[in-house]
């Protein structure tokens, strides 16, 4: 006879190979324990496929579905909400309704968190109506809708352009009773942040304040993002203030929030200030602050402490990414510092990283302001993507040097292409052949850019 018991300790010993992330362990596991003659239920393929969805991927876990299905072994709601969340971490919306279809034909009915996550996969995939949908048949299905619930379907039609829309519901709940959590609140006020909508943030914020409960650091450092990135350089501080005086704990990312509004606005020294508060709380420095700090000394003129950071960044264990490099390499052309800005440039792609646009289209400018046409020729043919601004910068050089055959070769290709180049570039160009006489040219480049702009319209 098979002892219960037995099977509970083999479902402890699986589940803490799986949470040290011991997948083979737990597997053999499994076989040994098989072997002995303890057979897994409904729990130990669960523990198995949450684990498999969580660390390697959606189609390693619905291997131990079908392998339970061999075994005998009877999924439950739990089993197919766990795989229901592997496809939506990975958006396959498909293999989440055919799990839904198939959880249906086996008589078993889904529960509020069976709906929760497939509303989430559709808000993930764009398809926001779908998502509505699954919300109104919980509501007409019976079912108790649970704070996730409304904070998937706020969250969602955020993300997905309808912040209105959002509110209007938001707004709906407490009518018909419902207290939001500073969850909700913290997710609606990201949204209408992320929409520009920073007036209707803040009275939300004021409406959670009078509400009774407490804005936490997320809430105040998203409405003080907000505040820089809409220009109100002064509300964003008087909010960093009032977070100071209520005793907040900050974080590296309201530290470097309040860092790069400083150094934006050309106050290096209040951001050095505040560099230094951050280092002596003892923060642990994650990538996204040491690229604020390289951004502040790059701003500063200061490249070799800059530079040094990278040597920081790896002792740390952390790897310098796309973001890294194009800071350094904007901070080192602007001080003429070209050539060493190309060698951070081949650096990046020796480490593996991949091409910066960014960090291309500041390194050719610098070339050309520089007066290193052949140099900035050069990384435009490396390239591999090109934007207005690419081409734009090349054109600008090309005019200084009088090359003007050169540049209006570079405006034939943007119109072929359909890249759109400032009109007033154009006209540089266009009254730089005809100074040079090349009216042959100029007729040519005239009529490229008339036919250019009918296709346009």
Partial sequence: MICRFSTRLLNISISSFCKSQQLEKAKTALSDGIELGYLPDVVTYNILIAAYCRFVGFDAAYLFFLRMREDGVTPN????????????????????????????????????WSCNTLMNCYFKTRRPEEANRVFRNIILSGLTPCPTTFNTMIDGLCKNGYTSNALRLFKNLQRHGFTPPIVTYNILIKGLCKSGRLGEARRILKELKESGHYPNAITYTTVMKCCFKSGKFE???????????????????????????????????????????????????DLVSYNTLVNLHCKEG??????????????????????????????????????LAWQQLKDMKMNGLQTNLVAYNCLIDGFCKAGKLECARQVF??????????????????CKARMFYLASKLILSCVKDGIKVPT?????????LRASGSRREEKKLKSAIREGRYLRY
Avoid: W
């Fill in 424 to 432: 007033s570039v154009q006209r540089a160009v266009l009254r730089g």
């Fill in 381 to 398: 043919e490396e390239m591999e993507v090109k934007d207005s601004f690419t081409y734009t910068s090349l054109v600008h050089g090309l």
């Fill in 235 to 285: 509300q964003g501080f008087e909010i960093f203030k009032d977070m100071k005086r209520k005793g907040y704990t900050f974080d590296s990312f309201a530290y470097c929030t309040v860092i790069s509004a400083l150094a934006k606005m050309g106050m290096t020294k209040e951001a050095n200030d505040c560099r230094g508060q951050m280092i002596k709380t003892g923060i642990e420095l």
């Fill in 77 to 112: 709601v739990i089993t197919f909400n766990t795989l229901i969340a592997g496809a939506t971490r990975h958006s396959l919306l498909t293999e989440s309704l055919v799990l839904f279809a198939k959880m249906l034909q086996m008589g078993i009915f889904p529960d509020i």
């Fill in 302 to 339: 200061k490249l070799e402490p800059a530079i040094s950071l990278l040597d920081k960044i790896e002792e740390e264990g952390l790897e310098c990414d796309q973001y890294t490099y194009a800071i350094l390499v904007d901070g080192l052309c602007k001080s003429g510092h070209v050539d």
